[in-house]
């Protein structure tokens, strides 16, 4: 299993690189629509196995409409387009909102259980901001310098890779109080931690390294740390809703990995709230 896992990292990385510094953003916003829907299958899983595609229209139609009212080069025209503001606000609001039923699951599920059209509104909360938080980032800045928001974009992705790689190290040695048992047993306090750390030491090199004003480099690292522990309920979060539908993984697309949402799960909340700190930080 480890050297499947590893053969298809090494498949994937070379994939997502090429797509973030490659892709012309037309073609980027192609190359997220089908992580989205792919995405958005799955979250079919764990609303109703037999309603996947159903699930998957919905939130292709949403999107559909959304991109109609905002073309992609309109995302930054005088500043962030309003209509995305919306939704990466409220993608920001459904995280918070589920962090207490993350925390009281079991319990929680009273609300959401026998309510699918309650799950379909969390898949679209939870894949739309998602989305468009992708585009968001890949677009900044980019009629100055087409790289710019991939660099951009990288980075927020690395902040959860090494979260995730520094959670790992410190749950291994160090760990020792469960952050929160009955939704995901192996997830440590300790870990949590270390990943939290792990991320800001990465930041810190970023920041220093590119040499950005001291305002700027305060609000990327307060985004980065709330990303961060964003990114821990993301997982959390789908863990949940696998958990409740008696998954271990939410597909079965990359060999070794399972699917898509079990890649993306951390990313889905820290991309958005990234955006939204760093903007109500003043500098987006």
């Known amino acids: 299993m480890l050297k499947l896992r590893i053969i298809t990292a090494l498949c994937l990385i070379p994939v997502v690189l090429g797509a973030i510094f490659m892709l012309p953003l037309p073609f980027f916003a192609l190359f997220a629509t089908a992580v989205y829907l792919l995405a958005g299958r799955e979250w079919g899983h764990f609303i109703d196995a037999g309603k996947t595609n159903v699930v998957m229209v919905f939130l292709a139609l949403v999107l559909v409409a959304l991109m109609a ?56 909360l939870s894949l739309v901001p998602f989305f ?107 863990s949940m809703f696998k958990r409740e539908a008696g998954l271990k993984d939410s597909g079965s697309i990359l060999p070794g990995h399972g699917g898509i949402m079990d890649r993306i799960d951390s990313l889905t909340a820290a991309l958005p709230i990234f955006v939204v700190v760093y903007r109500l930080a003043g500098q987006g």
């Open 69 to 124: 009212s905002v073309p992609i080069e309109h995302i930054w025209a005088d500043g962030l387009h309003g209509w995305i503001d919306l939704v990466l606000n409220a993608g920001a609001l459904w995280w918070l909102c589920a962090l207490p039923l993350v925390l009281r699951y079991p319990a929680s599920r009273a609300l959401w259980q026998g309510r699918p059209w309650l799950k379909a509104v969390f898949a679209l």
């Open 132 to 238: 468009w938080s992708l585009l968001v980032l890949r677009s900044y800045q980019y009629e100055q310098n087409p790289h710019y928001g991939a660099w951009l974009l990288l980075f927020v992705m690395a902040l959860v890779w090494a979260a995730d790689t520094g959670a790992y190290f410190a749950g291994k040695a160090l760990g020792r109080h469960k952050l929160c048992p009955s939704v995901s047993p192996g997830k440590t306090i300790e870990g949590m931690i270390g990943g939290v750390l792990a991320a800001c030491v990465l930041a810190l090199v970023v920041t220093q390294a590119v040499a950005l004003p001291a305002a700027q480099t305060q609000a990327v690292l307060l985004a980065s740390v709330v990303a961060v522990l964003a990114s821990v309920l993301g997982d959390l979060v789908e």
